[in-house]
Each structure stands twice: as C-alpha cells, then as structure tokens.
C-alpha cells in the first residue's frame, strides 16, 4: 500500500446508520491528570437534565474537535484576559 492509498484510506467515513441522532441542550467537560477529557451530553426536560451521551478522548484530540466546531459555526470565543482589556480599552 502507497502513502497515498493510506492517506485516501483514512478520509473514508464508515458511518454506523444503526445510531440514534440525540438532541442535546448542554455540554459539560472535565480533564483528568492523565490529559483525558470526559464530554457529557445533555437535554433538558421538564424534570431536569439528563445525560444524553458521554465522550471519553485525550486532551489533544478534544482541541482538534473544538478547532472544527468553531469553523463550522463561525465563532471563535476570545480569553477571558482579552475580554476584559478590551472592556478596559471601551471604557477610556
């Protein structure tokens, strides 16, 4: 196999149709000390939260997956230190 045919054979998506799509309201994000990141997925309903799904990765990937979600919505959310020196600039 080339580094080409390697390459092309990391692009395919094998999707698993058998999933369920799960709306989710709010997400939640701990790290461990071993740099492993735990997502939680949940909805809201009339008689609280409950946690839709849980997502276990390492701290590096989970940057990369931030990094793709702020292309595709569009946003990309500044440090709060940033935040509070332009506050400061607005207030001169």
Request: with cysteine; glycine share 2%; charged share 40%.
């Amino acid at each position: 196999m080339t580094k080409d045919d390697k390459a092309r054979k990391s692009q395919v998506l094998n999707i698993n149709t058998s999933l369920p799509n799960l709306y989710v309201d709010d997400i939640r994000i701990a790290i461990r000390n071993d740099n492993l990141a735990t997502i939680n997925f949940f909805s809201d309903t009339p008689e609280g939260k409950f946690e839709q799904t849980r997502v276990i990765t390492h701290k590096e990937r989970m940057k990369f997956f931030i990094d793709s979600m702020c292309k595709h919505t569009g946003y990309y959310p500044v440090k709060q230190e940033e935040e509070k020196e332009e506050d400061k600039k607005k207030k001169k």
